[in-house]
């Protein structure tokens, strides 16, 4: 069984930064796609990035030049860097892993339990 455990939300005002952090239980991380969903009030979830076993990346059209997904494969570990965040960005997190075709499609094998990110003055 695989665990997700996000890290890293909070308050942030516009124009700020933030970095999540999701940490993988299990051996197999290193070899399974990851990405990163979030959903706000209202508004059906969205993937805002995704990273291969590779490192080949993908980005919403939203956040491209402000957030940087990486993977830190000897941590298990998958992070979101999160630059010149606006209120839009508001919603909660969530870290995904799966097979790319699922994690691109909206349907990861596994989900953590999201983390809240508000961007407000």
């Known amino acids: 069984q695989v665990h997700l455990v996000e890290s890293g939300g909070g308050l942030v005002q516009p124009g700020g930064s933030l970095r999540l952090s999701c940490a993988a239980s299990?051996?197999?991380?290193?070899?399974?796609?990851m990405g990163w969903y979030r959903q706000a009030p209202g508004k059906p979830r969205e993937l805002v990035a995704g990273?291969?076993?590779?490192?080949?990346?993908r980005y919403a059209d939203s956040v491209k030049g402000r957030f940087t997904i990486s993977r830190e494969n000897a941590k298990n570990t998958v992070y979101l860097q999160m630059n010149s965040l606006k209120p839009e960005d508001t919603a909660v997190y969530y870290c995904?892993?799966?097979?790319?075709?699922?994690?691109?499609?909206?349907?990861?094998?596994?989900w953590g339990q999201g983390t809240q990110v508000t961007v407000s003055s």
């Open positions: 995904t892993m799966g097979e790319w075709i699922k994690i691109v499609t909206g349907t990861p094998n596994y």
């Open positions: 299990g051996s197999i991380f290193s070899i399974y796609p």
């Open positions: 990273i291969s076993s590779g490192r080949i990346t």
